[in-house]
T-cell receptor, first 113, second 113 residues
Framework: DAGITQSPRHKVTETGTPVTLRCHQTENHRYMYWYRQDPGHGLRLIHYSYGVKDTDKGEVSDGYSVSRSKTEDFLLTLESATSSQTSVYFC????????????FGEGSWLTVV | GNSVTQMEGPVTLSEEAFLTINCTYTATGYPSLFWYVQYPGEGLQLLLKATKADDKGSNKGFEATYRKETTSFHLEKGSVQVSDSAVYFCALSGWAAGNKLTFGGGTRVLVKP
């Protein structure tokens, strides 16, 4: 199994509060990703990183920010959580080579009430 | 942009039945194609992949062939087991570096004894 740890695994938070999800990898892969999973939508890319301090938006980036200060850590922040951000969040990693596998973490279940 | 369309579920089968899950894609260039599986409460695991036209990916009795002429990557298994009950995702990664995955909506498969 790829060395990916997500924390917290489960969180309930109130609308309007900030929330940070952490992804930690031990594979020294260059690329890291945050996806969200919602029924009927599969997984959708929120943000990704292609190196330390290098990040870019995915298809559903509104309301989210990310940071990567070290190769091994990629943080996803919801500045002011809303009920529409209730979802399962998956971190993924890749070495970025064409056709190479992307490995996923076990997910973080976030409920915004 | 890239897109993946897969058949909606749920698909309910009896043990030892034949399984097919259709997947078609739209992409520029030469994408790599993947099938991921998600068991209840878990993250996504790579099931199989194909990186060029006419390649056949296979794993655990599952197979899929990369058909560029029909832009398809259908998943098949000849004899399913109860343990194959899961959600299956078809995905592609584009030609550009970074391997950002585009997912289909997922197909839930339920195998009954």
């Amino acid at each position: 199994d790829a060395g990916i740890t997500q924390s917290p695994r489960h969180k309930v938070t109130e609308t309007g509060t900030p929330v940070t999800l952490r992804c930690h990898q031990t594979e020294n892969h260059r690329y890291m990703y945050w996806y969200r999973q919602d029924p009927g939508h599969g997984l959708r890319l929120i943000h990704y990183s292609y190196g330390v301090k290098d990040t870019d938006k995915g298809e559903v980036s509104d309301g989210y920010s990310v940071s990567r200060s070290k190769t091994e850590d990629f943080l996803l922040t919801l500045e002011s959580a809303t009920s529409s951000q209730t979802s399962v969040y998956f971190c993924a990693i890749s070495d970025g080579s064409s056709g190479n596998t992307i490995y996923f973490g076990e997910g973080s279940w976030l409920t915004v009430v | 942009g890239n897109s993946v369309t897969q058949m909606e579920g749920p698909v309910t089968l009896s043990e030892e039945a034949f399984l097919t899950i259709n997947c078609t894609y739209t992409a520029t260039g030469y994408p790599s194609l993947f099938w991921y599986v998600q068991y209840p409460g878990e993250g996504l695991q790579l099931l199989l992949k194909a990186t060029k036209a006419d390649d056949k990916g296979s794993n655990k009795g599952f197979e899929a062939t990369y058909r560029k002429e029909t832009t398809s990557f259908h998943l098949e298994k000849g004899s399913v087991q109860v343990s194959d009950s899961a959600v299956y995702f078809c995905a592609l990664s584009g030609w550009a570096a970074g391997n950002k995955l585009t997912f289909g909506g997922g197909t839930r498969v339920l195998v009954k004894p």
